[in-house]
C-alpha cells in the first residue's frame, strides 16, 4: 500500500540528519514547516532532549509529517 500522493517532497535524509545534529534547537521542524513546535523545541531545547529522541525515533520510522500532513519517507 504505497500511495505517492501522500509523500512529503522533502527529503528524509535532510530531516533525519538536522535532527540528529540540531534537533534541540527544533532545525528539522523548521524545514518541514512545523514553525510553532520549531519555536517551541528552541525555547525547550528539545523538550530537554526527550522531544528529539522521540522525533529521531519517527522521522527512522518513516512516520514523520510535514506541516501539510504529508509523510516523510526514503
Not at 34 to 63: C, E, F, P, R, S
Request: charged share 10%; net charge positive; with cysteine.
Amino acid at each position: 500500500m504505497s500511495d505517492q500522493t501522500s509523500n512529503s517532497g522533502k527529503s528524509f535524509v535532510s530531516v533525519l540528519i538536522l535532527c540528529i545534529v540540531l534537533g534541540w534547537l527544533g532545525v528539522h521542524r523548521f524545514y518541514v514547516g512545523k514553525i510553532g513546535t520549531g519555536i517551541i523545541m528552541l525555547l525547550t531545547l528539545g523538550g530537554l532532549g526527550i522531544w528529539t529522541l522521540i522525533d529521531i525515533i519517527v522521522i527512522a520510522t518513516q512516520n514523520f509529517k510535514d506541516s501539510d500532513g504529508m509523510t516523510i519517507k526514503a
